[in-house]
């Protein structure tokens, strides 16, 4: 059974800092590409960083400079590091995994809001 776990979302004032940890079990962590998208009320959910097993990321125009993706596959676990946050950036945040070569191998986590005040 595969699960994404994520934790380490919460309230912080414009200018803080959060980082986001997604715990993955059930899957064979280190081939997945890993991403965090956002989905903020009346919005469609979007990218914000995704990593490949390779380790090669990328990053939504929104956050680069300040959202840092990472993976550490001894622990199963994918990070999202964000520093300078805006009210903007107030969203539930999602872990997804996905196995490019299996369609059905995309698997999502149940999300962690992210609620940044001004």
């Known amino acids: 059974q595969v699960q994404l776990v994520e934790s380490g979302g919460g309230l912080v004032q414009a200018g803080g800092s959060l980082r986001l940890s997604c715990a993955a079990s059930?899957?064979?962590?280190?081939?997945?590409?890993m991403g965090w998208y956002r989905q903020a009320p009346g919005k469609q959910r979007e990218l914000v960083a995704g990593i490949t097993s390779a380790d090669i990321t990328n990053y939504a125009d929104s956050v680069k400079g300040r959202f840092t993706i990472s993976r550490d596959n001894a622990k199963h676990t994918v990070y999202l590091q964000m520093i300078s946050l805006i009210p903007e950036d107030t969203a539930v945040y999602y872990c997804?995994?996905?196995?490019?070569?299996?369609?059905?191998?995309?698997?999502w986590g149940q999300g962690t809001q992210v609620t940044v005040s001004s």
């Open positions: 997804n995994a996905k196995l490019s070569s299996v369609s059905s191998a995309d698997y």
């Open positions: 059930g899957i064979r962590f280190r081939i997945y590409a």
